[in-house]
T-cell receptor, first 117, second 113 residues
Framework: GAVVSQHPSRVICKSGTSVKIECRSLDFQATTMFWYRQFPKQSLMLMATSNEGSKATYEQGVEKDKFLINHASLTLSTLTVTSAHPEDSSFYIC?????????????FGSGTRLTVV | GESVGLHLPTLSVQEGDNSIINCAYSNSASDYFIWYKQESGKGPQFIIDIRSNMDKRQGQRVTVLLNKTVKHLSLQIAATQPGDSAVYFCAENTNTNAGKSTFGDGTTLTVKP
């Protein structure tokens, strides 16, 4: 089955620094990846859609200059949280799909717990 | 705006009983629905999906029912086990925005031994 690997699983950083989160599709090529954010006891909120070889599409209210997304290959998308602040502390989750897949179904990574201190 | 919501935030059942988790959606253009299970500290795990041209789909111990008339979705889990304890989300997609899932609020299922 489709496997999405996300790294790191946990990260603690100091306020003002940047953190990069990786999302890899291990056994399929992901033409599109999605980045979500989830606060405690809340649902997943879509942040942006990452398309291989093109600019990401951000949801309303998400700062594109703060959350940098790069999808340079069919198996890797990265989310960089720049100048992180405590309010950016959250659970970040990616998902991937492929236009080459025979059906829908979006595989999620295991998530990254970001804590900004 | 469009939203997908759940009727109950928590559900507690006895091991071996059947569980029913409900979901209401508001976007009549949604044509693909997915149920996910999320355990603490992990990403969502696909359980079962259904397209709008169907009203029922069965998997192993799970059944999804779709009522487009009232925009209602349900997940039935047969013979609920302690390992089923998790948060369950329904999500909706439209064909024109494939992959952009809108998630409901989630129902926490607790299975008592």
């Amino acid at each position: 089955g489709a496997v999405v690997s996300q790294h790191p699983s946990r990260v603690i950083c100091k306020s003002g620094t940047s953190v990069k989160i990786e999302c890899r599709s291990l056994d399929f090529q992901a033409t599109t990846m999605f980045w979500y954010r989830q606060f405690p006891k809340q649902s997943l909120m879509l942040m942006a859609t990452s398309n291989e070889g093109s600019k990401a599409t951000y949801e309303q209210g998400v700062e594109k200059d703060k959350f940098l997304i790069n999808h340079a290959s069919l198996t890797l998308s990265t989310l960089t949280v720049t100048s992180a602040h405590p309010e950016d502390s959250s659970f970040y989750i990616c998902s991937a799909s492929s236009s080459r897949a025979s059906s829908y179904g979006y595989t999620f990574g295991s998530g990254t717990r970001l804590t900004v201190v | 705006g469009e939203s997908v919501g759940l009727h109950l935030p928590t559900l507690s059942v006895q091991e071996g009983d059947n569980s029913i988790i409900n979901c209401a959606y508001s976007n009549s253009a949604s044509d693909y629905f997915i149920w996910y299970k999320q355990e603490s500290g992990k990403g969502p795990q696909f359980i079962i999906d259904i397209r709008s041209n169907m009203d029922k789909r069965q998997g192993q111990r799970v059944t999804v029912l779709l009522n487009k008339t009232v925009k209602h979705l349900s997940l039935q889990i047969a013979a609920t086990q302690p390992g089923d304890s998790a948060v369950y989300f329904c999500a909706e997609n439209t064909n024109t925005n494939a992959g952009k899932s809108t998630f409901g609020d989630g129902t926490t299922l607790t299975v008592k031994p």
